[in-house]
């Protein structure tokens, strides 16, 4: 079983709407979780993080995360083509420092 | 206020060689992270090291990778004799010592490796 699962394809959202993505974790004992944004060519940038069950919003992004589900989404919001980029999730597995990455989704924000 | 240097940017080695990565962490920060990215694969952890202290090498190959995080100066990520499957992008990543907001772990531009 993977540590991290992003399981969907590249996602397509027309300007201005709500992209959303799912990732799915393994070690119940992860109490720390993030969101990176890459874009092509470049390093990851962290964008969000969240530690407590719910929702924490930033900007146009939310993070929501559910333990008892083992699930953290990344909603963007008014989305623009500058979001057009390859988003990670990342979770730091318990007992270390290590962040375990997911393959990441490849979100197209068209104009 | 700099965020993690790497260097060099790109890199080409012939098969053989030996190939040095450089990281130089964020201002206050003491814990330094190698990650690899390989083309069309997601990031994958290598090794976390403190200073003069590597605190867990679990995801450094056996053979050839070694690590070092010296009391002066940057981390350095040594592959020897190196050969095609090692091109790929090799990232460094900081973290403060005291981690209020824990695990937060910030990236510098990553190092290309070619092998040719």
């Known amino acids: 079983q993977k540590e991290v699962e992003q399981n969907s394809g590249p996602l397509s959202v027309p300007e201005g709407a709500i992209a959303s993505l799912n990732c799915t974790y393994s070690?119940?004992?992860?109490?720390?979780f993030f969101w990176y944004r890459q874009y092509s060519g470049k390093s990851p940038e962290l964008i969000m993080s969240i530690y407590s069950n719910g929702d924490k919003e930033d900007g146009r992004f939310t993070a929501q995360l559910n333990k008892a589900s083992q699930y953290v989404s990344l909603l963007i919001r008014d989305s623009q083509p500058s979001d057009s980029a390859t988003y990670l999730c990342?979770?730091?597995?318990?007992?270390?420092?290590?962040?375990?990455f997911g393959k990441g989704n490849q979100v197209v924000v068209i104009p | 206020n700099a965020g993690v240097m790497q260097n060099p940017r790109h890199l080409v080695r012939r098969r053989g060689q030996e190939a040095r990565l450089r990281c130089s962490p964020m201002k206050g920060h003491s814990h330094v992270y190698w990650y690899r990215q390989l083309p069309e694969e997601g990031l994958k952890f290598m090794v976390y090291?403190?200073?003069?202290?590597?605190?867990?090498e679990s995801g450094m190959p056996k053979e050839r990778f070694s690590a070092e995080f010296p009391k002066e100066g940057p981390s350095i990520l040594r592959i020897q004799q190196v050969v095609r499957g090692d091109s790929a992008a090799y990232f460094c990543a900081s973290s403060p010592p005291t981690q209020t907001s824990a695990g937060e772990q910030y990236f510098g531009p990553g190092t290309r490796l070619t092998v040719t």
């Open positions: 070690d119940r004992g992860s109490q720390s």
């Open positions: 090291l403190q200073k003069e202290n590597i605190i867990d």
């Open positions: 990342a979770v730091i597995i318990y007992g270390n420092n290590r962040l375990a």
